[in-house]
DNA sequence: CTGCAAGTCTGTAACGACTTCAGGGTTAGA
DNA sequence: TCTAACCCTGAAGTCGTTACAGACTTGCAG
C-alpha cells in the first residue's frame, strides 16, 4: 500500500476518530462512500479528511449528528445568508446552558447528601437516608 | 378494581415514572417482581413503592442504573459501613464536575464562536470557518 | 347485563452515537 | 513467502428509556 493512499485507518489517525466511527458516518449518509482500491479497501481524498475533521470539531462541540448534517449542508451552499448556521449554533448553545445549569444544582444536591455522611453503618447513612423520600402520603 | 390495589398504572402516577419505564426495571432486575392478580396484572406493595421511590430519586441525581442498584444492595445491608455508599457518591459527583467543567468550556467556544459572526453569507461564516480547522500538515 | 373505553399484558423495535464481534479477505514489510 | 497488521461486511450490544402492535382484563355508564 503507497503513502499516497488515505486509507481508512490513516484518516482515522489523521481526524482522531475510530475506524468503526468513520463507516458508522458513512453508513449514516454523513460521510459520503469513498472510491474503493482493487481490493475493495476505502481510499479517501482531501475532500473527505476536511469534511471529517469538520464532522469531528462539530461533534467536539456537542452538535448531534443531526446538526451536524444541518451545518454541513448548509457550508455547502456559500452564498446563502449564514443566519440559519447562526440559529443552529444559538439553540445548540441553549442546550448546553441548561445542561450546565441542571448539572450545578445537581451538584450542589451531592454536595449537601456528601457532607451529611458520618461514615457510621448503613442504618443510619445520610445518602441512603437522602435516597429514600418519606411516603408524601 | 378496587381502590386499594396498586396497579402499575398507580405506581407510574404515585412516583412520576412512565408505565414502561416500571417494566424496564421490572426486566432489569432493578424493581423485584410483584406479584399478580387472577387477570396476570402486576400488584404491587408498599415496599415496591418505597424502592421505586428510591430508584427515581437516584436517577434523578443522575446516578446510572449499575450505581442504583449498587446503592440498593448497600441499603438492604443495614449493619454494613456507610463507606462504600460515600464511594458511589462521591465518584458520582466527581463525574458531575467533570461534566460542568467540559461543558463550561464548551459554552466559551460557543460564545466566541457565536459573538464572531457577522451575519453575512456562508462563504464569510465565522462559524463554519470554526468548524473548519486548517489541515495541519 | 351489555358495551365500551381505559387500563394492562407480552414481545419487539426504535432512539443516538457509537462500539464490539465474528468470520472472513488484502496488503506491507521482513 | 510468510505473517502480522490492516481492512471488509453484517449483525448485535451499549444505556435508559420510549413506542409500538395486537391481544386481554377491568371499571363504569346506561
Known amino acids: 500500500m503507497g503513502g499516497k493512499v488515505l486509507t481508512i485507518g490513516r ?4 481526524t482522531g476518530t475510530n475506524v468503526e466511527t468513520i463507516r458508522f458516518y458513512e453508513k449514516s449518509g454523513i460521510l459520503p462512500p469513498p472510491a474503493r482500491t482493487e481490493g475493495n479497501y476505502r481510499s479517501y481524498d482531501p475532500a473527505h479528511l476536511a469534511r471529517l475533521r469538520f464532522i469531528r470539531r462539530a461533534r467536539d462541540l456537542g452538535f448531534s449528528l443531526d446538526q451536524v448534517k444541518a ?6 451552499d456559500q452564498d446563502q445568508s449564514c443566519a440559519a448556521v ?11 446552558q441548561r445542561k450546565i445549569t441542571d ?5 450542589g444536591e451531592l454536595d449537601r447528601i456528601i457532607d451529611s455522611c458520618r461514615c457510621g453503618t448503613v442504618a443510619e447513612c445520610r445518602i441512603i437516608e437522602s435516597l429514600s423520600p418519606v411516603d408524601p402520603r
Open 103 to 107: 448539572l450545578v444544582s445537581l451538584k
Open 11 to 14: 484518516l482515522a489517525e489523521a
Open 71 to 76: 451545518l454541513l449542508r448548509l457550508s455547502d
Open 86 to 96: 447562526d440559529d443552529i449554533a444559538k439553540v445548540h448553545r441553549e442546550e448546553v
